[in-house]
Protein backbone atom coordinates (compact mmCIF):
# COMPACT_ATOMS: atom_id res chain seq x y z
CA UNK A 1 0.00 0.00 0.00
CA UNK A 2 1.42 3.40 -0.60
CA UNK A 3 2.15 5.87 1.77
CA UNK A 4 0.31 9.31 1.83
CA UNK A 5 3.60 11.12 0.81
CA UNK A 6 4.23 8.82 -1.84
CA UNK A 7 0.69 9.70 -3.34
CA UNK A 8 1.46 13.51 -3.36
CA UNK A 9 4.82 12.74 -4.58
CA UNK A 10 3.40 11.08 -7.94
CA UNK A 11 0.69 14.02 -8.24
CA UNK A 12 3.77 16.07 -8.30
CA UNK A 13 5.98 13.87 -10.22
CA UNK A 14 4.17 11.52 -11.80
CA UNK A 15 5.93 8.34 -10.72
CA UNK A 16 5.95 5.94 -7.81
CA UNK A 17 9.25 6.23 -5.23
CA UNK A 18 10.27 4.18 -2.42
CA UNK A 19 11.70 6.91 -0.36
CA UNK A 20 10.33 10.44 -0.94
CA UNK A 21 12.61 12.18 1.54
CA UNK A 22 15.58 11.83 -1.30
CA UNK A 23 13.07 13.48 -3.70
CA UNK A 24 12.36 16.65 -0.99
CA UNK A 25 16.05 17.90 -2.07
CA UNK A 26 15.24 18.87 -5.35
CA UNK A 27 11.54 19.65 -5.46
CA UNK A 28 10.49 22.79 -3.00
CA UNK A 29 7.09 21.96 -4.15
CA UNK A 30 7.13 19.21 -2.32
CA UNK A 31 9.44 19.38 0.35
CA UNK A 32 6.91 21.87 2.34
CA UNK A 33 3.87 19.04 1.48
CA UNK A 34 6.60 16.15 2.85
CA UNK A 35 7.48 18.08 6.40
CA UNK A 36 3.72 19.22 6.38
CA UNK A 37 2.59 15.51 5.90
CA UNK A 38 5.21 14.82 8.61
CA UNK A 39 4.34 16.63 11.33
CA UNK A 40 1.14 16.19 11.42
CA UNK A 41 1.56 12.19 11.51
CA UNK A 42 0.39 10.84 14.96
CA UNK A 43 3.04 8.29 14.55
CA UNK A 44 6.13 10.54 14.57
CA UNK A 45 8.60 10.18 17.21
CA UNK A 46 8.32 13.24 19.16
CA UNK A 47 12.07 14.35 19.14
CA UNK A 48 11.91 13.82 15.22
CA UNK A 49 8.66 15.44 15.09
CA UNK A 50 10.65 18.70 17.21
CA UNK A 51 13.09 18.77 14.32
CA UNK A 52 10.35 18.59 11.72
CA UNK A 53 8.63 21.15 12.90
CA UNK A 54 12.01 23.85 12.79
CA UNK A 55 12.17 23.00 9.21
CA UNK A 56 8.82 23.46 8.52
CA UNK A 57 9.13 26.73 9.99
CA UNK A 58 12.02 28.05 8.47
CA UNK A 59 10.44 26.68 4.90
CA UNK A 60 7.40 28.82 5.46
CA UNK A 61 9.95 31.57 5.92
CA UNK A 62 11.56 31.04 3.20
CA UNK A 63 8.80 30.40 0.44
CA UNK A 64 6.02 32.59 2.00
CA UNK A 65 4.14 29.36 2.61
CA UNK A 66 1.52 28.25 5.79
CA UNK A 67 -0.65 25.51 5.88
CA UNK A 68 -1.85 25.42 9.53
CA UNK A 69 -1.11 21.99 10.93
CA UNK A 70 -4.75 21.18 12.33
CA UNK A 71 -5.64 21.48 8.56
CA UNK A 72 -7.49 18.00 7.13
CA UNK A 73 -5.51 17.70 3.68
CA UNK A 74 -5.79 14.39 1.92
CA UNK A 75 -3.91 12.35 -0.42
CA UNK A 76 -2.51 13.44 -3.31
CA UNK A 77 -2.47 17.26 -2.66
CA UNK A 78 -0.40 19.29 -4.86
CA UNK A 79 0.76 22.90 -5.05
CA UNK A 80 1.98 24.21 -8.38
CA UNK A 81 3.76 27.15 -7.53
CA UNK A 82 5.41 27.29 -4.00
CA UNK A 83 4.81 30.87 -3.05
CA UNK A 84 2.50 32.57 -0.88
CA UNK A 85 -0.13 29.77 0.18
CA UNK A 86 -2.06 30.34 2.70
CA UNK A 87 -4.11 27.45 4.37
CA UNK A 88 -5.85 28.48 7.81
CA UNK A 89 -7.03 26.06 10.44
CA UNK A 90 -9.26 23.53 10.24
CA UNK A 91 -9.64 23.51 6.28
CA UNK A 92 -10.77 20.33 4.85
CA UNK A 93 -9.27 19.55 1.37
CA UNK A 94 -10.23 16.47 -0.61
CA UNK A 95 -8.20 14.25 -2.89
CA UNK A 96 -6.13 15.08 -6.00
CA UNK A 97 -6.89 18.71 -5.43
CA UNK A 98 -4.22 21.56 -6.82
CA UNK A 99 -3.30 24.76 -5.57
CA UNK A 100 -1.76 27.66 -7.72
CA UNK A 101 0.73 30.18 -5.78
CA UNK A 102 -0.86 33.14 -4.02
CA UNK A 103 -4.13 31.72 -3.17
CA UNK A 104 -5.61 32.22 0.48
CA UNK A 105 -8.21 29.82 2.10
CA UNK A 106 -9.55 30.46 5.05
CA UNK A 107 -12.13 31.50 7.79
CA UNK A 108 -13.87 34.81 7.71
CA UNK A 109 -13.87 35.81 11.44
CA UNK A 110 -15.12 32.62 13.51
CA UNK A 111 -18.25 31.62 11.26
CA UNK A 112 -16.53 28.64 9.98
CA UNK A 113 -13.94 26.91 7.96
CA UNK A 114 -14.00 26.21 4.19
CA UNK A 115 -14.48 22.61 2.98
CA UNK A 116 -12.96 21.47 -0.54
CA UNK A 117 -14.16 18.60 -2.29
CA UNK A 118 -12.31 15.97 -4.41
CA UNK A 119 -10.44 16.80 -8.04
CA UNK A 120 -10.62 20.55 -7.37
CA UNK A 121 -8.33 22.92 -9.49
CA UNK A 122 -7.72 26.27 -7.52
CA UNK A 123 -6.29 29.26 -9.70
CA UNK A 124 -3.82 31.86 -9.20
CA UNK A 125 -5.17 34.43 -6.74
CA UNK A 126 -7.89 32.99 -5.81
CA UNK A 127 -9.62 33.48 -2.43
CA UNK A 128 -11.88 30.97 -0.51
CA UNK A 129 -12.92 32.27 2.96
CA UNK A 130 -16.08 31.50 5.06
CA UNK A 131 -18.48 28.46 5.84
CA UNK A 132 -18.27 27.42 2.51
CA UNK A 133 -18.52 23.75 0.71
CA UNK A 134 -16.78 23.52 -2.57
CA UNK A 135 -18.30 20.49 -4.62
CA UNK A 136 -16.31 17.65 -6.64
CA UNK A 137 -15.17 18.71 -9.79
CA UNK A 138 -14.35 21.87 -9.47
CA UNK A 139 -12.25 24.70 -11.04
CA UNK A 140 -12.08 27.84 -9.63
CA UNK A 141 -10.27 30.28 -12.39
CA UNK A 142 -7.41 32.90 -11.25
CA UNK A 143 -8.22 35.74 -9.44
CA UNK A 144 -11.78 33.93 -8.45
CA UNK A 145 -12.95 35.31 -4.61
CA UNK A 146 -15.33 32.43 -3.55
CA UNK A 147 -17.86 33.40 -0.41
CA UNK A 148 -20.65 30.87 -1.05
CA UNK A 149 -21.14 27.25 -1.91
CA UNK A 150 -20.44 25.69 -5.04
CA UNK A 151 -21.65 22.20 -6.34
CA UNK A 152 -20.32 19.54 -7.69
CA UNK A 153 -19.15 19.68 -11.71
CA UNK A 154 -19.14 23.63 -11.57
CA UNK A 155 -16.51 25.95 -13.10
CA UNK A 156 -16.11 29.45 -11.26
CA UNK A 157 -14.96 32.54 -12.49
CA UNK A 158 -14.96 36.42 -11.94
CA UNK A 159 -15.11 38.59 -9.23
CA UNK A 160 -17.76 38.65 -8.18
CA UNK A 161 -17.89 35.14 -9.02
CA UNK A 162 -20.30 33.45 -11.28
CA UNK A 163 -20.83 29.39 -10.88
CA UNK A 164 -21.16 27.81 -14.46
CA UNK A 165 -22.06 24.34 -14.63
CA UNK A 166 -19.28 21.87 -16.65
CA UNK A 167 -19.12 18.22 -16.52
CA UNK A 168 -16.08 18.11 -17.09
CA UNK A 169 -14.32 21.06 -15.27
CA UNK A 170 -11.24 19.94 -14.76
CA UNK A 171 -10.52 17.05 -16.77
CA UNK A 172 -7.13 18.67 -18.38
CA UNK A 173 -6.44 20.32 -15.56
CA UNK A 174 -5.86 17.95 -12.74
CA UNK A 175 -2.59 15.51 -13.85
CA UNK A 176 -1.52 12.45 -12.62
CA UNK A 177 -5.13 11.76 -10.66
CA UNK A 178 -4.56 9.08 -8.35
Not at 17 to 39: A, H, S, V
Request: glycine share 6%; net charge positive; hydrophobic share 35%.
Amino acid sequence: MKSIIQKDYFRHAGVWIKYPLIKTIFNIDFRYIYFFRKITDKKTYRITNFFYKLYYKYLSDQINYYIDPSANIDEGFYVIHAHRIFIGPKVKIGKNCNFSHCTTIGQTKEIGHPSIGDNVWVGTFCVLEGNIKIGNNVLIAPLTYVNFDVPDNSLVIGNPAKILSRTHATQDYINNVI
